[in-house]
């Protein structure tokens, strides 16, 4: 795996690509990427001026704009707070169009399962101290950030096995410091992200796509992505990227640059 260039000792070169582009989508994540990581997730704030950055880019005629993310499809978009944009949530398993129409392609079996290992692992898990069991719309994760070794561990032995005592109707997701149960399939962010960027084809042409995350969950699209592309990872540590930005104020940064070069 080859390391990432930093984006802005590249950045004219960057510009030129992206200037050159008929279209443009820019997706991002939200926590470490938009929004400084937070001790807890439900203290995650999007900063006004990135809000207002995304407003701007959303505003010109030859740019699409998407915020994806493991949060549900409702706290998303309650914490972005902008009309107009395509929302992906729970890792591609919820979405909404531009217009605010919804979808998702999780069945009631699935769902009833979910709530069910929700229930086991508030039961559990949910006195222990540093551990926080999230019960989301359609799947359920156990945040283990401010929690010691012990309960970390703790947490995942939980979670292994109720897995193997669910009947394969849950697979299990690892992000930072989070584990999460998802309904089976192979669906993520990536699989999402590039479904809907394929639709907006035209010509057989779909537009320049301009990915910026900082999960391990993202990578999931970082691999898939060729060199007619943008992926930008946030933060330190390996990945698939092809450019790197330090952090979201950088990414903010990032963004701000992008709305000049295109107006």
């Known amino acids: 795996m080859k390391p990432p260039l930093s984006l ?4 004219c070169r960057v510009a030129r690509q992206v200037v050159a582009a008929p279209r443009v989508a820019v997706f991002c994540d939200f926590d470490g990427t938009l929004a400084p990581i937070v001790r807890h997730p439900a203290e995650a704030l999007l900063p006004a001026a990135t809000r207002a950055v995304l407003r701007r880019l959303q505003q010109l005629p030859r740019v699409v704009v998407g915020i994806v993310s493991g949060r549900s499809l409702a706290d998303l978009r309650q914490r972005i707070g902008l009309p107009g944009l395509h929302y992906i949530g729970s890792h591609g398993l919820e979405w909404s169009a531009p217009n605010g129409r919804r979808r998702s392609n999780v069945t009631a079996v699935s769902l009833a399962c979910i ?4 229930k086991a692992l508030d039961a559990r898990l949910g006195d222990v101290p540093g551990l926080w069991v999230e019960r989301k719309s359609v799947s359920v994760t156990v945040h283990y950030r401010n929690a010691s070794r012990r309960a970390a561990e703790q947490a995942r032995r939980a979670v292994t096995e109720l897995l193997q005592q669910s009947s394969n109707c849950a697979r299990l997701l690892q992000g930072k410091k989070v584990l999460e149960l998802l309904p089976p399939g192979h669906g993520d962010k990536g699989q999402a992200v590039l479904r809907l960027v394929a639709s907006m084809a035209r010509n057989g042409r779909r537009p320049l796509l301009i990915y910026l995350g900082d999960d ?6 970082f691999r898939r992505l060729g060199g007619n592309d943008l992926s930008i ?3 330190s540590g390996p990945t698939r990227a092809r450019y790197r930005l330090r952090s979201p104020r950088e990414a903010a940064r990032f963004l701000r640059s992008l709305a000049e070069v295109l107006a």
């Open 233 to 235: 990872h946030v933060g």
């Open 115 to 118: 709530r069910k290992l929700g």
């Open 216 to 221: 391990t969950t993202d990578e999931s699209l």
């Open 8 to 11: 802005w000792l590249h950045w």
